[in-house]
């Protein structure tokens, strides 16, 4: 009998431990946002994810295209020096203050909604090498929910090793994506509030 309690100890041991440290094989499926991001072989740091966002895609598709206020979706200090608006693209000029980068860095890119909803975003000057930013927007749960593909593929003119760009990335993006959803939620409950 005390070997049948030892091992019963030990298997919920594992169990605890396995809930304590919050093994993500459990509830992959459940979870919000699946973030993978790594160097490409041919330089620059590609990163993909699935988000599940708790509101319809127009809120989504509003938040993408109001240009004005992207550094508000960033905790990255950034500003937004110009703003163009013509033939359905936008051409923004977008100084980022990064603390992993020594200095202000510029990005000039050009924006344009696609069809299927979302937004593409590609590299047209400034101090990088690559940018192009892909988000893809597909209802869900009969329209109440956004599911949206996102890629981007970054390579900043800099000294700093593409490993140290990764997990900066990584934190970058998952901070992102958390003020994508507080924001878009707060768009959401925004008529209700007029209506009252």
Known sequence: ?????HAMLWRAM???????????GWSLADEPVVLDVRTEP????????????????AIIQRLLTDYAHWPELFD???????????????FTDIRIDHALLAGERRLLSESRTLPTGGLLTELKGGDFKQYRRLWK???????AHT??????????DTIVPDWMVVVAMRRDLESHFRIMSEKALAQQELPLGRSQ
């Open 147 to 156: 599911k949206a593909e996102f890629e981007l593929l970054v390579e900043i």
């Open 1 to 5: 009998m005390g070997l049948y309690n």
């Open 76 to 90: 990255v200090r950034m500003r937004m020096a110009e703003v163009r608006e013509q033939d359905g693209k936008a």
């Open 42 to 57: 041919t330089g620059g740091v590609r990163a993909t994810a699935m988000i599940l966002f708790p509101v319809e895609p």
């Open 14 to 24: 594992i169990v605890m431990g396995c809930l304590l440290l919050g093994w993500s």
């Open 137 to 143: 927007l597909t209802p869900v749960d009969g329209g």
